[in-house]
T-cell receptor
Framework: EAGVAQSPRYKIIEKRQSVAFWCNPISGHATLYWYQQILGQGPKLLIQFQNNGVVDDSQLPKDRFSAERLKGVDSTLKIQPAKLEDSAVYLC??????????????FGPGTRLTVL | AQSVAQPEDQVNVAEGNPLTVKCTYSVSGNPYLFWYVQYPNRGLQFLLKYITGDNLVKGSYGFEAEFNKSQTSFHLKKPSALVSDSALYFCAVRDTTSGTYKYIFGTGTRLKVLA
């Protein structure tokens, strides 16, 4: 079974530029998550989708970050414009979530963003 | 609010010795607890989880964790550490109260196994 796919793996941009990350979850997984992981810290949830609906985006900086999952499968996270403090690894994860929250979340390899 | 705490930033252990990485939790209701490992430049890999049942949970790579309800702990253990176990370990709890079932991660513990 294929895992969670993410691209690109690395991205370097200047501040105030825009950037987009792509994620393809494990086939059949209903829930998709985007996390931001600052070096040396734990992952921070940015947004959680259930199929193509947003379940939680309370920590997403909506003035510059946006995300979509139009067909309930793959997803795109965008930053526009980027700031220096956005330098981090952006992790995508997915889980089956048939019911009750007992299913495991699986992570992709992440995209390392450097903002200069 | 649901939360997990990993009290140690770093744990050092000699190869071949037993290792323990600590995690305590604070939840209302039954806890769904997870351990993940992260190697450099990689995403998080699932090790094991506790949902219900036996308090001793066995997972990948020889790791196990013991759920202790009275101490609200879920410590990760391995009988004999390998140098290749050196990595960053995260404990997580799943929020079952808000309806979102989002994961809440600890701050991580860096495990260093010395040859």
């Amino acid at each position: 079974e294929a895992g969670v796919a993410q691209s690109p793996r690395y991205k370097i941009i200047e501040k105030r530029q825009s950037v987009a990350f792509w994620c393809n979850p494990i086939s059949g997984h209903a829930t998709l998550y985007w996390y931001q992981q600052i070096l040396g810290q734990g992952p921070k949830l940015l947004i959680q989708f259930q199929n193509n609906g947003v379940v939680d985006d309370s920590q997403l900086p909506k003035d510059r970050f946006s995300a979509e999952r139009l067909k309930g499968v793959d997803s795109t996270l965008k930053i526009q414009p980027a700031k220096l403090e956005d330098s981090a690894v952006y992790l995508c994860a997915s889980s089956l979530d048939r019911q009750g929250g007992t299913d495991t979340q699986y992570f992709g390899p992440g995209t390392r963003l450097t903002v200069l | 609010a649901q939360s997990v705490a990993q009290p140690e930033d770093q744990v050092n252990v000699a190869e071949g010795n037993p290792l323990t990485v600590k995690c305590t939790y604070s939840v209302s209701g039954n806890p769904y607890l997870f351990w993940y490992v992260q190697y450099p430049n990689r995403g998080l890999q699932f090790l094991l989880k506790y949902i219900t049942g036996d308090n001793l949970v066995k997972g990948s790579y020889g790791f196990e964790a013991e759920f202790n309800k009275s101490q609200t702990s879920f410590h990760l253990k391995k009988p004999s550490a390998l140098v290749s176990d050196s990595a960053l370990y995260f404990c997580a709890v799943r929020d079952t109260t808000s309806g979102t079932y989002k994961y809440i991660f600890g701050t991580g513990t860096r495990l260093k196994v010395l040859a």
